[in-house]
């Protein structure tokens, strides 16, 4: 998952399919612009469910309730008054039922990010439950209607049909691997964490004009208590910090197309 920014001014620039041989002596060129491709297709997504999301949901909670000053405390983890009220489960695949506490917060964020930035987002019926999952339920109607808009725009740019399935013979692949999470505020009703995340995008199998490649992003997430849970409110997402890429030669697409079948997804926090 990519880039977003909150100015009127943002302009999404999708390439052309590029015809060049990947097996050929044009093959790292190949490479390289297919990689600037996935990562181009990536910022789409996010700046369009950004341009969904953050308004939708910020309109909802201006009139939220005053929060308290954070606690003066030596642990990281120092609960709040209705901490005890989370419990652990999960539902629609994503983690949920947080302490109302900064790693709780932490935890909360973090998971929903990966949740967020998975290939269900691109399938109606998983969407619409992962988004009643982690977003609060007063804009969850809204905000279905608005990501079935989005999403429905940018399926084909995937190479995915209108019900999100990949051509025949591959997997199309969208995960989000956390690297690191920072607080930045938080009280016992409102919190706001920074996400560093890696991510997957492309498609796999014979064919693919479009191969898996990774991005390197940072969510910033927001999140209110809300029913005695951590629930996502709004996000904004940057580009890095980036490693440097290059050290071990890319996988052909039968050996990542194995290990997409083979290592399923995880939520990273807890």
């Known amino acids: 998952m ?22 050929g002596p ?9 990689r600037r491709r996935v990562a181009l297709l990536a910022v789409a997504v996010l700046l369009l469910l950004a341009v969904v999301l953050t308004p939708l949901l ?26 005890t ?7 629609a695949g994503v983690p949920v039922g947080y302490l109302d506490t900064r790693a709780g917060a932490e935890a909360a ?21 992962i988004v009643d999952a982690i977003a609060d339920p007063n804009v969850t109607t809204a905000l279905r209607a608005q990501l079935d808009q989005t999403f429905s725009a940018v399926l084909a740019r995937f190479g995915l049909d209108a019900d999100g399935n990949p051509p025949k013979g591959q997997t199309f692949v969208d995960r989000t691997l956390p690297a690191g999470v ?15 995340t890696a991510g997957l995008v492309g498609l796999t199998g014979s064919g693919s004009t479009l191969p898996v490649a990774e991005a390197w992003n ?6 209110h208590w809300v029913d005695g849970d951590w629930k996502w409110v709004a996000f904004t997402q940057t580009d890095g910090p980036t490693p440097i890429s ?13 290990a997409v079948r083979g290592f399923e997804g995880l939520p990273y926090a807890s």
């Open 26 to 34: 044009n093959r790292h060129l190949a490479h390289t612009r297919n």
């Open 246 to 258: 290059g050290m071990q030669a890319p996988s052909n697409a039968d050996v990542i197309a194995d």
């Open 58 to 83: 910020r309109q909802h909670h201006n009139h939220s309730s005053a929060v308290r000053p954070m606690p003066v405390a030596s642990a990281a983890t120092a609960a709040s008054p209705h901490a």
């Open 85 to 91: 009220q989370a419990r652990q489960r999960t539902v």
């Open 182 to 196: 920072r607080l930045l505020s938080y009280t016992d009703t409102k919190a706001q964490v920074a996400v560093w």
């Open 2 to 23: 990519a880039l977003n920014r909150e100015d009127n001014d943002t302009i999404v620039r999708l390439l052309e399919r590029d015809t060049a041989d990947f097996d």
């Open 109 to 129: 964020a973090a998971n929903y990010a990966v949740a967020y930035g998975s290939a269900a987002m691109f399938r109606t019926q998983q969407r619409n439950a």
């Open 218 to 223: 940072t969510a910033t997430v927001t999140l």
